[in-house]
């Protein structure tokens, strides 16, 4: 049973931070790229972040670059997603992905490429 669970969601104020973890279970994420995406409401499915599998290289969309940070603990067979300086506008359900191999840049955030899917954290950034 290939799993990932996303926590730490929750209703935060401008400016706040929150950590958002992915947990795997029934499978090991080593081998794994991850990727984080958003989704709000009356919105397409959005790639906020990757990290691939043997070399840790990350990729962040303009929109949350040098204010989110993704990172993997392999030893946890967890990946996080560190969000800091949040606007109202990162209002979203969070979803964590996982995809076999390494992939880059762009090509990491697309949806297509990911066959494993968790089941979404909410975060609210409101005053």
């Known amino acids: 049973q290939l799993q990932l669970v996303e926590s730490g969601g929750g209703l935060v104020q401008p400016g706040g931070s929150l950590r958002l973890s992915c947990a795997a279970s029934?499978?090991?994420?080593?081998?794994?790229?991850i990727a984080w995406f958003r989704q709000a409401p009356g919105k397409e499915r959005e790639g906020v972040s990757s990290?691939?599998?043997?070399?840790?290289?990350?990729h962040y969309a303009d929109s949350v670059k040098d204010r989110f940070t993704i990172s993997r603990d392999n030893a946890k067979n967890t990946v996080y997603l560190q969000m800091d300086s949040l606007k109202p506008e990162d209002t979203a359900v969070y979803y964590c992905?996982?995809?076999?191999?390494?992939?880059?840049?762009?090509?990491?955030?697309?949806?297509?490429?990911?066959?494993?899917w968790g089941q979404g954290t909410q975060v609210t950034v409101s005053s």
């Open positions: 029934g499978f090991t994420l080593d081998y794994y790229s």
């Open positions: 990290i691939s599998s043997s070399d840790g290289t990350t």
């Open positions: 992905a996982a995809s076999y191999g390494n992939y880059y840049g762009d090509y990491a955030l697309t949806p297509g490429l990911y066959t494993n």
